[in-house]
């Protein structure tokens, strides 16, 4: 059973701090991960993806993947209150091909105060 | 900026009927996707669907379900005979291809079976 795992929160955090979400994940043959945000009643929107170990930076996130650990984290820079929605990590098992068959956690619910 | 559309945003039926799910998926896009998102729980994978066949499906995705691309641009899903545990957010998504890169998800359309 592929599981990934993710604090539900909430995570709350003051303007202008770093947010940090953090996601484990239990099949090693996993090979892309992938952050979305979620609004509340709203479809999943990308954030990053990251396929090899390190750090990926985009403006003010960064996604950090650490395969050995089985562990990918989402940090978030200058958080805003704009920010506030519940984070999900994703991963699949192809990191190309065929399928965008993502397996999902079940987010983290982030509050960002003003 | 293309999209990914979904009909109806919401839906309400009676346990036992049939019911069709809409998408038109991002023009140039290939692989096409449904996902599913119980209240409160995990978005999940229904079925992948490539080459006007599916390529992929979940356990969930049983006998009740079955999904086509009836004209070129529309993607359905249709839900035979509707169970109370059918109703969930569902989500059409479309990829230009497997990965990498982004699978753009619909706005979702609303199921709620009574």
């Known amino acids: 059973q592929k599981e990934v795992e993710q604090n539900s929160g909430p995570l709350s955090v003051p303007e202008g701090a770093i947010a940090s979400l953090n996601c484990t994940y239990s099949d090693r043959g996993s090979q892309s991960f992938f952050w979305y945000r979620q609004y509340s009643g709203k479809s999943p929107e990308l954030i990053m993806f990251i396929y090899s170990n390190g750090d990926k930076e985009d403006g003010r996130f960064t996604a950090q993947l650490n395969k050995a650990s089985q562990y990918v984290s989402l940090l978030i820079r200058d958080s805003q209150p704009s920010d506030s929605a519940t984070y999900l990590c994703a991963v699949n098992l192809n990191s190309g091909g065929s399928n965008y068959k993502l397996t999902f956690g079940k987010g983290t619910l982030l509050t960002v105060n003003p | 900026e293309p999209e990914v559309t979904q009909t109806p945003s919401h839906q309400v039926t009676q346990m036992g009927q049939e019911v069709i799910l809409r998408c038109v998926p991002i023009?140039?896009?290939?692989?096409f996707y449904w996902y599913r998102q119980i209240l409160g729980q995990k978005v999940e994978f229904l079925v992948s669907?490539?080459?006007?066949?599916?390529?992929?499906k979940s356990e969930i995705f049983d006998d009740q379900f079955s999904v086509e691309r009836p004209d070129g641009s529309n993607f359905t899903l249709k839900i035979r005979s509707t169970k109370l545990e059918d109703s969930a957010m569902y989500f059409c998504?479309?990829?230009?291809?497997?990965?990498?890169?982004?699978?753009?998800f619909g706005e979702g359309s609303r199921l709620t079976v009574l």
């Open positions: 998504a479309s990829s230009v291809q497997g990965g990498p890169g982004e699978l753009f």
């Open positions: 023009s140039n896009h290939l692989y």
């Open positions: 669907f490539y080459n006007n066949e599916i390529s992929e």
